[in-house]
């Protein structure tokens, strides 16, 4: 019987026949594809405009960047995330501040947000975690605070959250500036690595594709400090056919964790994951609660199906983070969620008796 993996990334041949025509075209950088890509992604998501780069950790890299973050600055992080998430404010000189996230959620607890500004703070790096959107409210306070509010949406294409003013929002249009991984495990990919950035403010829109492209203006003079980010032709265009299939994509596993919720609540030993009220979770990942996560791993690995645990050393506790003053500061929430959760596949691509296979794990898992 095969194993049934946590990823496997979508490819069809209208992806194949699209990166052929760009290949046949010699044209492999800077042309139509990528600027069609980028239009059409904010178009989804809602964003004012938004720029392909390389991946999502040089886009959150040019989105501090675009912020004028650097040293002497301080942006509010959770520790239960990416370490990419983090280190992208060392790269620029400015100094991670660690808070908890919500039990629930998984999310920035806005209490610890509010309580973590200081005069030095700039930015809040929102994470919409597995493809849960963050609390809404995180926008306000930024805005109250006249804070940059970076989206990282990494693991959310397709995810929306509803706001107080009624509106329905898409990631990547939940800040100020957005940021996406194309990474072969995300719910969308472009056939490697990739990138893009998006944004809902006028004033950032000409600076997100100039600083992927050495930070040069329309008549290439270098306006600021930013490198080659650009994605490929190619890379582009799998994307944009890609792009047409997300929606669909993603209600599927909407569809699938719903059968996995079903499933876990019949089992004491287990407790499903959360959606938030008034959010549709895009499920990059589906989490699943448990007091015995190495036995649980270990049950679906006799049955042919992979799982793993996510983030079981909170980023500011890494060797990376040795001297940072937050070293051995316990955060609880982010503690708790990497000793007790688990993640087993619910990409699009799963077939129905391998989605039968994981029910059936999930229903047979006891803990002695």
């Known amino acids: 019987m095969e194993r049934i993996p946590t990823g496997r990334p979508s490819w069809n041949q209208e992806m194949r026949s699209a990166a052929m025509a760009v290949l046949d075209s010699k044209r492999w950088v800077k042309g139509a594809q990528g600027r069609a890509f ?18 999502g950790s040089s886009a959150l890299w040019a989105a501090l960047r675009i912020a004028n973050i650097g040293p002497g600055d301080e942006v509010i992080v959770p520790s239960y995330t990416f370490i990419s998430t983090a280190t992208c404010i060392l790269l620029v000189g400015a100094t991670p501040v660690f808070v908890d996230v919500e039990p629930d959620y998984f999310c920035l607890d806005m209490n610890a947000v509010q309580n973590a500004i200081t005069p030095a703070t700039k930015g809040v790096i929102g994470v919409h975690l597995f493809g849960q959107p963050y609390d809404p409210n995180l926008l306000r ?29 898409t990631a990547g249009s939940m800040g100020d500036i957005g940021c996406f991984s194309f990474f072969p495990s995300k719910n969308m990919a472009v056939g490697g690595e990739g990138g893009m950035l998006t944004t809902t403010l006028p004033a950032y829109t000409a600076k997100i594709s100039g600083i992927t492209n050495h930070g040069r203006s329309p ?24 792009l047409k299939q997300l929606d669909q994509w993603v209600e599927r596993r909407r569809t699938i964790a719903a059968l996995y919720i079903e499933a876990i609540e019949q089992n004491p030993f287990l407790q499903p994951p959360k959606v938030r009220p008034g959010a549709e979770h895009a499920w990059h990942q589906f989490c699943v609660h448990t007091p015995a996560p190495e036995a649980l791993v270990a049950h679906f690995d006799r049955l042919g199906i992979d799982a793993r645990r996510y983030y079981t050393v909170p980023i ?11 070293h051995d500061t316990a955060l609880q929430v982010t503690n708790t969620l990497g000793a ?20 059936q794990a999930l229903n047979e898992f006891k803990v002695a």
């Open 38 to 55: 980028g239009e059409a992604f904010a178009s989804h998501c809602g964003a004012l405009s938004a720029t392909p780069c390389q991946n």
């Open 141 to 169: 306070l930024c805005q109250q605070h006249g804070l940059t509010l970076i989206e990282d949406a990494a693991q959310a294409h397709g995810a929306t959250q509803q706001f107080a003013d009624g509106t329905k929002r």
């Open 219 to 242: 008549d290439l003079e270098a306006m600021e400090l930013g490198s080659n980010l650009r994605m490929s032709e190619v890379s582009a265009a799998i994307g944009l056919e890609q």
């Open 316 to 326: 500011h506790e890494q060797a990376v983070f040795t001297h940072h003053p937050q």
């Open 340 to 359: 007790t959760l688990v993640a087993i596949p619910v990409m699009h691509e799963l077939t129905q008796g391998e989605i039968q296979r994981v029910v």
